[in-house]
């Protein structure tokens, strides 16, 4: 079993900037892949990044590539999201998300996934 606690959310100006943490508790990390998924208001779950099981491969969607960055650290048990040039729209909470198969790669499928956190909300401000 996998406990997955986010941190890091809070609010920010647009422009601005905010790293979020998934800590990882029960298990190793270490051949996860891993994601972040956001959901705003009266909205459905959206993907936002993943990333392989050794950080060698990401993939993004389309409304946040070149401004988040997926990263993680297998030491730690961590991993995070860089979040830059932050938009109004990008208020949500976030989640992050454990694929405990054994050939787990980056995917924006939620349904990859078998571990999820609680979230941690994003307020962006205009």
């Known amino acids: 079993q996998v406990q997955l606690v986010e941190s890091g959310g809070g609010l920010v100006q647009a422009g601005g900037s905010l790293r979020l943490s998934c800590a990882a508790s029960?298990?190793?990390?270490?051949?996860?892949?891993m994601g972040w998924f956001r959901q705003a208001s009266g909205k459905e779950r959206e993907f936002v990044a993943s990333i392989n099981w050794n950080g060698g491969s990401t993939i993004y969607a389309d409304s946040v590539k070149g401004r988040f960055t997926i990263s993680r650290d297998n030491a730690k048990n961590l991993m995070y999201v860089q979040m830059n040039s932050l938009k109004p729209e990008d208020t949500a909470v976030y989640f992050c998300?454990?694929?405990?198969?054994?050939?787990?790669?980056?995917?924006?499928?939620?349904?990859?996934?078998?571990?999820w956190g609680q979230g941690t909300q994003v307020t962006v401000s205009s």
């Open positions: 029960g298990r190793t990390l270490g051949r996860f892949a």
């Open positions: 998300a454990a694929d405990s198969s054994i050939t787990a790669v980056p995917s924006y499928r939620p349904r990859n996934y078998d571990y």
